[in-house]
């Protein structure tokens, strides 16, 4: 079974920084690996999908990298409404989805 | 546009069987690579995936919570059911569906979410 893990737990940040998350697999999900951003009341919001695409109407601040089993999420220059948690997820054949624990980017 | 709603008992008591219905609209999940998953996630803490069904009526399971759960579909009036037995306060949360374009796609959308609390 794919385990993500998901690491800072909180990064506590300015406007305007760079914001670096890390997801590491437990094995390889080859290139399914998706970022989403949820706010406090909402349901989670699709950033990043296959490592390093981007959703529709994602501004370019957000980018996805990585492979295999280590994956970044970067968001260059936060803005306010960027604060949120952020969680990364796999798809494969089993399980078909697991979700990572999650990373707060909160402001300092 | 593709939109998803849960739906249903939004206080249960221990013991007792949630029946949580999705309806959604703007795709069709006899589309072939069309699925749709359940989702929750407990007041404060992560996501955790529940179950799948595909369009080829395929589903698929939460290891731990197997034995617990049932998904089938409506095709015909566009829903989704889930059926959790044997409620626990540990199940209290807020239950989401979302839809998948593909087999190893990600979640592009998403229902609002419906808080479901166990208790006596």
């Known amino acids: 079974e794919i385990v993500l893990t998901q690491s800072p737990a909180t990064l506590s940040l300015s406007p305007g920084e760079r914001a670096t998350l890390s997801c590491r697999a437990s094995?390889?999900?080859?290139?399914?690996l998706a970022w989403y951003q949820q706010k406090p009341g909402q349901a989670p919001r699709l950033l990043i999908y296959?490592?390093?695409k981007r959703a529709t109407g994602v501004p370019a601040r957000f980018s996805g990298g990585g492979s295999r089993t280590d994956f970044t999420l970067t968001i260059n220059s936060l803005e306010p409404e960027d604060f949120a948690v952020y969680y990364c997820?796999?798809?494969?054949?089993?399980?078909?989805?697991?979700f990572g624990g999650g990373t707060k980017v909160e402001i300092k | 546009q593709i939109t998803l709603k849960e739906s249903g008992p939004t206080l249960v008591k221990p013991t007792q069987t949630l029946t949580l219905t999705c309806s959604f609209s703007?795709?069709?999940?006899?589309?072939?690579?069309?699925?749709v998953g359940w989702i929750r996630q407990p007041p404060g803490k992560a996501l955790e995936w529940l179950a799948h069904?595909?369009?080829?009526?395929?589903?698929r399971y939460n290891s731990s919570l197997k034995s617990r759960l049932t998904i089938t579909k409506d095709t015909s009036k566009n829903h989704v059911v889930l059926t959790m037995t044997n409620l626990d306060t540990v199940d209290t949360g807020t239950y989401f569906c979302?839809?998948?374009?593909?087999?190893?796609?990600?979640?592009?959308?998403w229902g609002q979410g419906i808080l479901v609390t166990v208790s006596s």
């Open positions: 703007g795709f069709s999940l006899s589309t072939n690579g069309v699925n």
């Open positions: 094995q390889s999900v080859s290139y399914y």
């Open positions: 979302a839809h998948s374009p593909g087999v190893l796609a990600p979640f592009q959308s």
């Open positions: 069904i595909y369009w080829d009526n395929d589903t």
């Open positions: 296959d490592v390093s």
């Open positions: 997820q796999q798809r494969s054949n089993w399980p078909p989805v697991s």
